[in-house]
């Protein structure tokens, strides 16, 4: 089944602690991002990735890490989480930057 | 950078009403994307318009893209239950260059259905 797949789908963390949200697809996509998605704010995009060690920001890049070593897979770091980043993230992928997009489950990420 | 309006942020209607959300670009686009996203769920892909003036239909909604590639609308004729959640665009600006960057999202309209 084609799909992307995001890890953890919850988590609760501590101001400062580094964390990493996983983020997989195995449609060989190309175009995969990151989307923070807040209320009345909609869908803000972090990072994106045209293809494999190819990373650039998106709008909200600020505390935000990215990696693309593999083409399937493209993690998201936060270094230094702060409560300002506790948020629903969604992973996404397609084919181009200017095609569907598929989307993960989503993480919801809390900061205390 | 773009940016995409999307009006109302909040629609209530009554199960059988109709339905309309509109979306506006800054800039042109090369093409526009709408998706669903259900409460508690993620965003799901409806449809892409690429030509001016384009009209597509999928049963009971009706996408648009204006003649100047630079508004959208979706439509939903006789709203039922199962339309619940909230409805973005998502527009790719067209650069002077010919050339097209990511997505970016409208911040949405929340359709609420009372039966």
């Known amino acids: 089944e084609a799909q992307v797949t995001q890890n953890p789908r919850y988590l609760i963390t501590v101001t400062g602690k580094k964390l990493t949200v996983t983020c997989s697809q195995n449609m060989n996509h190309e175009y995969m991002s990151w989307y923070r998605q807040d209320p009345g704010l909609g869908l803000r995009q972090i990072y994106y990735s045209m293809n494999v060690e190819v990373t650039d920001k998106g709008d909200v890049p600020e505390g935000y890490k990215v990696s693309r070593k593999e083409k399937r897979n493209f993690p998201l770091i936060l270094e230094s989480p702060s409560p300002n980043q506790t948020s629903l993230y969604f992973c996404?992928?397609?084919?181009?930057?200017?095609?569907?997009?598929?989307f993960g489950q989503g993480t919801r990420l809390t900061v205390v | 950078g773009q940016q995409v309006m999307q009006i109302p942020q909040y629609q209530h209607v009554q199960e059988g009403e109709d339905f309309t959300t509109y979306c506006n670009s800054s800039t042109t686009l090369s093409n526009i994307q709408w998706y669903k996203q259900r409460p508690g769920g993620h965003p799901v892909f409806l449809i892409q318009?690429?030509?001016?003036?384009e009209v597509k239909k999928q049963k009971r909604l009706t996408f648009q893209f204006g003649e100047a590639k630079k508004n959208s609308s979706l439509h939903i004729t006789a709203t039922q239950t199962t339309d619940v959640g909230t409805y973005f665009c998502a527009g790719i600006a067209m650069y002077s260059g010919g050339g097209a960057d990511g997505l970016t999202f409208g911040k949405g309209t929340h359709l609420i259905i009372q039966p």
């Open positions: 318009l690429v030509k001016s003036g």
């Open positions: 996404a992928s397609s084919p181009g930057s200017w095609t569907e997009a598929f």
